[in-house]
């Protein structure tokens, strides 16, 4: 009985493991992201089968492994056992969490099953989930000094701390600097600036046939960033070197602490903007860019947690604005009635059709969750909040269930700006530490969608299913086969 209960404890925790992964359709939708875990587990059962039947001295061992893992994957359900009181409803099963990746609309469904708060488990880590932005503002606020950041690996070798995940007193310096020095991002010539930029990358797409646009978006990203951060201009050396150094910066994962060389080219990217900045002193660029606007907001700035955190949101905003282009496009290329329509329409009357298609873009494609680590325990609306739990405010799924607004999961053309007042819109967040480039966002989807408008028309190909990395924090996007043909009216 006892090598039984041994071998079952070697063989099955692995084997189950394994197939979490690599059953369909985490294959297809992850790629190497769970084939690689997949085949882990997999060996690992095929080597303790094989030490097995081939070496019983090692039993004991691989019995003990097998337990090791089973610990990992009840985690949550541990931690959950020795919480004080009542937590809320819901599963923190290993493989319910996991298989939740792969389906876009598990939390709505969960939402649906359990009500307004209900836990779940991300790899093993118990999440309180709550949906409706009246419910989620109320908890963000009433208990704003028990609820703490879920920081990323990366922030940890900042200086300073990344901006969204610093404490009280740094966030209330540094968060009020840069809101000033972000907000009203935008001037005539600025709009003329980013306007040419997707008007000649949207005309040269045209010519290049059916094409991926995943690369090309991701760089008119970076290069509108450039000039809307740092004031970098067309064939400026300076502006030219950063973005190469960038490119290469900005593969490395924000999940994963920073390495050596990370922080070398970390140091070089700072000893350009130091150069730019003393050129912006002497020569200020039209627009003025953040970087400028600091050092006007206080003489002492920008300081090297200031420079640090520009890098890094560079980085993270390009990724971010690049996905919202592709669903911006994808929306253009599958609402064909409301291209359409925007596509005649007068200058006036067409900018608030655009800024409609945008937020409504925004409300169901790009917004998705805010995460907050619960510092210390507390009780909200009947359900114990136990130290050490995430807690994710789902505002995709509040989007998209918004009792006021009417068909809230179609999309429409909302040109009644109050359709997206607080009530039930959120896309960049709701507290203190909602975004701040809202304006720097803006600008850039305005401008690709100005160009759009301009009579190019969008067939799309191989858009769905829907993609996304294999995080519980990734956001959703277009299938990376994704490729579209761009055609000009004549």
Same mark, same amino acid.
């Given at each position: 009985?006892?090598?039984?209960?041994?071998?079952?404890?070697?063989?099955?925790?692995?084997?189950?493991?394994?197939?979490?992964?690599?059953?369909?359709?985490?294959?297809?939708?992850?790629?190497?992201?769970?084939?690689?875990?997949?085949?882990?587990?997999?060996?690992?059962?095929?080597?303790?089968?094989?030490?097995?039947?081939?070496?019983?001295?090692?039993?004991?061992?691989?019995?003990?492994?097998?337990?090791?893992?089973?610990?990992?994957?009840?985690?949550?359900?541990?931690?959950?056992?020795?919480?004080?009181?009542?937590?809320?409803?819901?599963?923190?099963?290993?493989?319910?969490?996991?298989?939740?990746?792969?389906?876009?609309?598990?939390?709505?469904?969960?939402?649906?099953?359990?009500?307004?708060?209900?836990?779940?488990?991300?790899?093993?880590?118990?999440?309180?989930?709550?949906?409706?932005?009246?419910?989620?503002?109320? @908890?963000?606020?009433?208990?704003?000094?028990?609820?703490? !950041?879920?920081?990323?690996?990366?922030?940890?070798?900042?200086?300073?701390?990344? @901006?969204?995940?610093?404490?009280?007193?740094?966030?209330?310096?540094?968060?009020?600097?840069?809101?000033?020095?972000?907000?009203?991002?935008?001037?005539?010539?600025?709009?003329?600036?980013?306007?040419?930029?997707?008007?000649?990358?949207?005309?040269?797409?045209?010519?290049?046939?059916?094409?991926?646009?995943?690369?090309?978006?991701?760089?008119?990203?970076?290069?509108?960033?450039?000039?809307?951060?740092?004031?970098?201009?067309?064939?400026?050396?300076?502006?030219?070197?950063?973005?190469?150094?960038?490119?290469?910066?900005?593969?490395?994962?924000?999940?994963?602490?920073?390495?050596?060389?990370?922080?070398?080219?970390?140091?070089?990217?700072?000893?350009?903007?130091?150069?730019?900045?003393?050129?912006?002193?002497?020569? !200020?660029?039209?627009?003025?860019?953040?970087?400028?606007?600091?050092?006007?907001?206080?003489?002492?700035? !920008?300081?090297?947690?200031?420079?640090?955190?520009?890098?890094?949101?560079?980085?993270?905003?390009?990724?971010?604005?690049?996905?919202?282009?592709?669903?911006?496009?994808?929306?253009?290329?599958?609402?064909?009635?409301?291209?359409?329509?925007?596509?005649?329409?007068?200058?006036?009357?067409?900018?608030?059709?655009?800024?409609?298609?945008?937020?409504?873009?925004?409300?169901?494609?790009?917004?998705?969750?805010?995460?907050?680590?619960?510092?210390?325990?507390?009780?909200?609306?009947?359900?114990?909040?136990?130290?050490?739990?995430?807690?994710?405010?789902?505002?995709?799924?509040?989007?998209?269930?918004?009792?006021?607004?009417?068909? !809230?999961?179609?999309?429409?053309?909302?040109?009644?700006?109050?359709?997206?007042?607080?009530?039930?819109?959120?896309?960049?967040?709701?507290?203190?530490?909602?975004?701040?480039?809202?304006?720097?966002?803006?600008?850039?989807?305005?401008?690709?969608?100005?160009?759009?408008?301009?009579?190019?028309?969008?067939?799309?190909?191989?858009?769905?299913?829907?993609?996304?990395?294999?995080?519980?924090?990734?956001?959703?996007?277009?299938?990376?086969?994704?490729?579209?043909?761009?055609?000009?009216?004549?």
């Amino acid at each position: 009985m006892l090598i039984l209960a041994a071998m079952l404890f070697a063989l099955v925790p692995p084997s189950w493991a394994a197939l979490v992964f690599l059953l369909p359709p985490f294959p297809g939708l992850f790629g190497r992201q769970a084939v690689l875990p997949g085949l882990f587990f997999a060996l690992w059962a095929g080597v303790a089968a094989a030490l097995w039947a081939f070496y019983p001295v090692l039993h004991g061992t691989m019995a003990l492994a097998g337990a090791g893992l089973i610990l990992v994957l009840i985690r949550g359900q541990l931690i959950a056992s020795v919480a004080q009181g009542s937590v809320p409803p819901g599963s923190l099963s290993f493989a319910k969490g996991v298989r939740a990746l792969a389906r876009r609309d598990f939390y709505q469904r969960e939402f649906g099953r359990y009500g307004p708060i209900f836990k779940s488990s991300q790899f093993g880590a118990p999440v309180i989930c709550v949906a409706g932005l009246e419910r989620i503002c109320q @908890l963000l606020r009433t208990h704003a000094d028990q609820l703490g !950041p879920s920081p990323l690996a990366f922030s940890q070798g900042l200086q300073g701390n990344f @901006l969204r995940y610093m404490n009280s007193e740094a966030h209330s310096f540094y968060g009020g600097l840069f809101r000033r020095a972000m907000v009203g991002q935008s001037s005539p010539a600025l709009d003329v600036c980013l306007h040419e930029k997707a008007q000649s990358m949207l005309v040269g797409l045209s010519r290049r046939g059916c094409i991926s646009v995943n690369a090309l978006l991701h760089q008119f990203s970076q290069e509108c960033l450039d000039v809307m951060l740092f004031g970098f201009t067309a064939n400026d050396a300076i502006g030219q070197r950063f973005a190469e150094l960038s490119e290469g910066f900005g593969r490395s994962s924000i999940g994963r602490v920073m390495s050596g060389s990370d922080r070398m080219q970390l140091n070089q990217l700072i000893r350009l903007l130091d150069i730019q900045l003393s050129r912006l002193r002497s020569n !200020p660029a039209p627009g003025q860019p953040v970087l400028l606007k600091l050092l006007h907001l206080d003489s002492t700035m !920008p300081d090297r947690v200031c420079l640090e955190n520009l890098v890094f949101m560079r980085k993270i905003a390009a990724s971010d604005i690049a996905s919202l282009l592709l669903w911006l496009l994808y929306h253009w290329g599958m609402q064909t009635e409301i291209s359409a329509q925007i596509q005649p329409m007068e200058a006036a009357q067409k900018a608030m059709a655009l800024d409609a298609f945008l937020a409504e873009t925004l409300r169901l494609s790009q917004s998705e969750y805010i995460y907050r680590c619960v510092d210390q325990e507390f009780n909200f609306e009947g359900f114990v909040f136990p130290r050490g739990w995430l807690v994710r405010c789902c505002i995709w799924e509040t989007h998209r269930s918004a009792r006021e607004l009417p068909g !809230p999961s179609e999309f429409r053309l909302r040109l009644n700006r109050s359709s997206y007042d607080n009530g039930h819109y959120a896309p960049f967040g709701v507290d203190r530490h909602a975004c701040n480039g809202v304006d720097l966002c803006n600008a850039i989807s305005r401008a690709f969608l100005k160009a759009l408008s301009n009579g190019i028309s969008v067939e799309l190909k191989h858009s769905e299913p829907f993609q996304r990395q294999m995080r519980h924090w990734s956001h959703w996007g277009p299938n990376r086969a994704m490729t579209a043909l761009l055609t000009l009216s004549s």
